[in-house]
């Protein structure tokens, strides 16, 4: 028998003892998690909008094209103006605008205030973006440099994005946020233009009048063509939500409260079920990733609290890893939790995946929830559970695990054997026909 039918035939035995051991080759991604998104709107108050994102062939680094003394040290200063060069033909004065990028690495949220090189005095502006995909980021910041003259801030959490930009006359400010955009989201920009940004009147600036009373006169979203987009006109005074979908299908607005997110729902219809995104900013062992909730008639509105209830205890006195308190005008209300646990934590307190639970509460005691496994990174696993009250969530074991004795010789589970003695055996057979085939 030749070396390749020798190989042949020993892969599809061991595929055929996977069938009895458990040990099965890896399965191919998610297609329908990592499909982009087919559309998407922009909402302000009761007005919405079927937008495009700005496509490019480069990254949204290249397409902002920032420049300072630090990222371009060797260009004339007259080219380095702590500004936006590669949106130059989107810019206007005094306006702020607004898009969606799609480029080489994906779609990101781009945000570019005044004009460079215009006839501004410049300007101040605070937004606080909400209900972000827990994996996004800033990816480019205007400005983000160590000098006295930057005052600009910068923050971010678990779901959540700020900044405040102070910048003077004839420069811009602005930045793009990137991660998780490219799936199902729906994130809420407060905004504070000029009075209503937390740089107004604020005197702890190394310079409170660098901005020489530079107001914005008018907030636009981009869409479509990336060289002569379609401008949507926004109230300066009121929050804008971007999201995926269409403008018939249910909206939800997020702020950002001292310990969580609210998210208010509107348009609803027929008990449509309603995502909507917590934030998990408190704790690293635990995160409550999104909420599905069915059995809403009409407009609601939710405010997720990271933490436990007061006066209630953990689920059968067992420590929880993360917890969640949820207040609402709608209790009827149930609901599917997506959670995720970290593959560190799970090893430190000695449980396997299967020993996880989400537990709710309508204020009386804890119901067990069953938990399956949905995603399994390596470093965290996500879990999906159903419930039926919303009142407090809590990511907690089964009240039937049994902790890994780790001081025991207990082998890892036959799968992990199985893939390990197939890749070993395949590495030595592999040999064996090189051998072959040079004894030939």
């Not at 310990?259 to 348009?267: E, K, L, Y």
Request: glycine content about 8%; some cysteine.
């Amino acid at each position: 028998m030749s070396g390749n039918r020798l190989l042949v035939v020993f892969v599809a035995g061991l595929l055929a003892a996977g069938a009895v051991t458990g040990f099965a080759p890896l399965a191919a991604g998610n297609t329908a998690q990592d499909a982009s998104p087919e559309s998407y709107v922009i909402e302000q108050g009761t007005y919405c909008e079927p937008i495009e994102p700005l496509q490019t062939s480069q990254t949204v680094e290249s397409f902002y094209d920032y420049r300072n003394h630090v990222t371009h040290p060797d260009t004339d200063p007259e080219d380095r103006q702590y500004s936006s060069y590669g949106t130059t033909h989107l810019q206007e004065d005094d306006t702020s605008i607004l898009m969606l990028h799609e480029g080489t690495d994906g779609t990101s949220l781009v945000m570019v205030h005044d004009q460079l090189h215009g006839n501004s005095s410049g300007g101040i502006v605070t937004f606080d973006i909400v209900g972000l995909p827990s994996e996004s980021e800033w990816v480019v910041q205007d400005d983000k440099y160590e000098a006295e003259t930057n005052m600009v801030e910068w923050d971010s959490g678990d779901g959540w994005a700020y900044a405040s930009w102070i910048w003077r006359d004839a420069r811009t400010d602005g930045g793009a946020i990137q991660g998780g955009l490219g799936d199902e989201f729906a994130v809420t920009i407060q905004p504070g233009f000029n009075e209503a940004s937390d740089f107004h009147e604020n005197e702890s600036l190394h310079d409170p009048e660098w901005h020489e009373d530079g107001e914005i006169d008018s907030w636009e979203y981009l869409s479509g063509d990336a060289d002569d987009p379609e401008r949507f006109e926004l109230a300066l005074d009121e929050p804008v939500t971007i999201r995926t979908g269409a403008c018939d299908e249910p909206s939800v607005t997020y702020d950002r409260t001292d310990d969580g997110f609210t998210a208010s729902v509107t348009g609803v219809s027929g008990g449509d079920p309603i995502t909507l995104r917590p934030s998990n900013d408190s704790n690293d062992n635990g995160s409550f990733d999104w909420i599905d909730v069915t059995g809403l008639e009409e407009d609601a509105a939710f405010s997720f609290a990271n933490g436990q209830p007061a006066g209630t205890d953990s689920p059968h006195e067992v420590a929880s890893l993360s917890n969640l308190t949820v207040t609402s005008d709608h209790d009827d209300v149930s609901a599917t939790v997506a959670f995720s646990v970290s593959a560190d934590t799970l090893e430190e307190i000695g449980y396997h995946p299967e020993d996880v639970a989400l537990y709710a509460t309508d204020g009386t005691e804890w119901t067990e929830s069953n938990a399956t496994v949905v995603d399994d990174s390596g470093e965290r696993y996500q879990f999906e559970a159903d419930v039926d009250s919303l009142e407090a969530l809590a990511i907690a074991p089964t009240q039937d695990a049994t902790p890994i004795d780790e001081e025991s010789d207990a082998l890892p589970s036959p799968g992990v054997v199985h893939v390990a003695v197939s890749i070993a055996t395949l590495l030595v057979l592999a040999t064996v026909t090189r051998r072959y085939r040079g004894d030939r």
